[in-house]
């Protein structure tokens, strides 16, 4: 009989895999960051306990393309400053990813809110234009000129923060207490210029960010990267805590606050 592909692996299958993965070589990303103050409450607003706001209302935006083997990927990043035992990081609201392979592994693995979209990086010259969208709305769009060459920052470690969840089956709430992450990343940079422009925020049900205005620009960059990642759980979240923010990672939180009709066959 010809192998069953949905059936099981075996334990040398699954053992090559594993190896594989902690094989990887480095992958380099070409990104446009912008950095911002935004309104101090809005910014403590959008923290689920028990992360906290830091001593800054900052706004980091990373939209990168990233050269993985086989096919380009589009990955961006929205995320506030924030601190949780005494480790100060960032907390993304919202992670679009050009490809479902890239989306699947953050949010099952580590909790990370992706969500397929459309991200972009381009250069013309010194013309710089990046940008985020969903649902044909560019909610974020970084603009402007490079100029500068920037000398190279050391390699350094970031921390994000993370909350991973089962929503309820019977749309109570959550199967179990989530639980925070902490994911550490270890970056180091080959190419790093300034770049004199601006941010736009875009109005989106789907992607409030413009909540999170631009009330002093900072640094905008362009530069080539690459990164690891590891994540280990820190802590359980009692769920009440955190329902009131559950639809962060949604499109329509009638997802997860509704139960499913009675007579539901269970249709994906």
Same mark, same amino acid.
């Given at each position: 009989?010809?192998?069953?592909?949905?059936?099981?692996?075996?334990?040398?299958?699954?053992?090559?895999?594993?190896?594989?993965?902690?094989?990887?070589?480095?992958?380099?990303?070409?990104?446009?960051?912008?950095?911002?103050?935004?309104?101090?409450?809005?910014?403590?607003?959008?923290?689920?306990?028990?992360?906290?706001?830091?001593?800054?209302?900052?706004?980091?935006?990373?939209?990168?393309?990233?050269?993985?083997?086989?096919?380009?990927?589009?990955?961006?990043?929205?995320?506030?400053?924030?601190?949780?035992?005494?480790?100060?990081?960032?907390?993304p609201l919202v992670m679009p990813m050009t490809h479902e392979r890239a989306l699947t592994g953050?949010?099952?693995?580590?909790?990370?809110?992706?969500?397929?979209?459309?991200?972009?990086?381009?250069?013309?010259?010194?013309?710089?234009?990046?940008?985020?969208?969903?649902? !044909?709305?560019?909610?974020?769009? *970084?603009?402007?000129?490079? $100029? +500068? /060459? =920037?000398?190279?920052?050391?390699?350094? @470690?970031?921390?994000?923060?993370?909350?991973?969840?089962?929503?309820?089956?019977?749309?109570?709430?959550?199967?179990?207490?989530?639980?925070?992450?902490?994911?550490?990343?270890?970056?180091?940079?080959?190419?790093?210029?300034?770049?004199?422009g601006d941010v736009v925020l875009r109005d989106s049900m789907y992607d409030p960010v413009a909540?999170?205005?631009?009330?002093?620009?900072?640094?905008?960059?362009?530069?080539?990267?690459?990164? !690891?990642?590891?994540?280990?759980? *820190?802590?359980?979240?009692? $769920? +009440? /805590? =955190?329902?009131?923010?559950?639809?962060? @990672?949604?499109?329509?939180?009638?997802?997860?606050?509704?139960?499913?009709?009675?007579?539901?066959?269970?249709?994906?």
């Open positions: 009989m010809a192998r069953v592909r949905y059936g099981a692996r075996t334990e040398a299958e699954i053992a090559a895999a594993r190896t594989a993965s902690t094989r990887l070589p480095d992958i380099w990303s070409t990104g446009v960051v912008a950095l911002w103050e935004t309104d101090p409450d809005a910014l403590a607003a959008v923290l689920p306990p028990p992360l906290k706001p830091t001593g800054r209302p900052l706004v980091r935006v990373n939209i990168s393309k990233v050269d993985l083997p086989g096919y380009p990927l589009g990955a961006g990043s929205f995320a506030v400053a924030a601190s949780h035992g005494g480790v100060d990081g960032w907390y953050g949010r099952e693995v580590f909790g990370e809110p992706k969500k397929l979209g459309e991200v972009r990086v381009e250069r013309d010259g010194s013309a710089v234009r990046a940008w985020m969208a969903r649902h !044909d709305i560019a909610f974020v769009e *970084v603009r402007g000129r490079a $100029g +500068e /060459a =920037l000398p190279l920052p050391e390699p350094s @470690r970031k921390t994000d923060f993370y909350f991973k969840f089962l929503p309820a089956v019977d749309g109570s709430g959550f199967d179990a207490d989530p639980v925070l992450v902490h994911c550490v990343r270890h970056e180091k940079v080959r190419r790093l210029e300034r770049v004199t909540d999170l205005p631009v009330r002093r620009l900072l640094d905008i960059t362009i530069g080539e990267k690459t990164s !690891d990642q590891r994540g280990k759980v *820190v802590e359980r979240v009692g $769920g +009440e /805590a =955190l329902l009131p923010y559950v639809h962060q @990672r949604y499109d329509d939180p009638r997802q997860v606050h509704d139960a499913p009709p009675e007579n539901s066959e269970g249709a994906a």
